[in-house]
């Protein structure tokens, strides 16, 4: 029995003094990177601009991407080397993916409620 591929999560963040093609760019190099290597690209997300929580090189926000791909472990290896020496990357995080977890939220819906919790009496 074959075992299903890895997946692995690929949080990246962009700095928003890119020009956007050139953002655009980045993310299509990482895209092709991941299929040159035999993986395949199975989630592609775009966050937006969000503030970090702390600021990185006098750098206070940041484009959000998320890039859910499979691919053979030789892969996080190269792509993380890329991604460390590109200019315009202000951080990356790729992680496993453990079996079972739920898919990422869909960007555009509210985690939580803005309403506050009834009191019960």
Do not use: C
Not at 7 to 26: M, Q
Not at 38 to 53: D, I, P
Request: proline share 10%; hydrophobic share 35%.
């Amino acid at each position: 029995m074959t075992q299903p591929p890895i997946i692995y999560d690929l949080v990246l963040l962009l700095s928003t003094s890119l020009e956007e093609d050139r953002r655009a760019r980045i993310l299509s190099d990482v895209e092709q990177t991941i299929v040159d290597a035999g993986g395949r690209v199975e989630v592609s997300q775009e966050w937006g601009v969000r503030s970090l929580a702390f600021e990185i090189d006098h750098t206070r926000d940041a484009d959000y991407h998320l890039r859910q791909f499979s691919g053979p472990p030789t892969l996080i290896e190269t792509l993380s080397y890329n991604l460390k020496i590109t200019d315009g990357v202000v951080r990356h995080r790729i992680i496993k993916v453990t079996p079972g977890t739920p898919p990422p939220p869909d960007p555009g819906t509210p985690t939580f409620s803005a309403e506050p919790a009834e009191a019960s009496a």
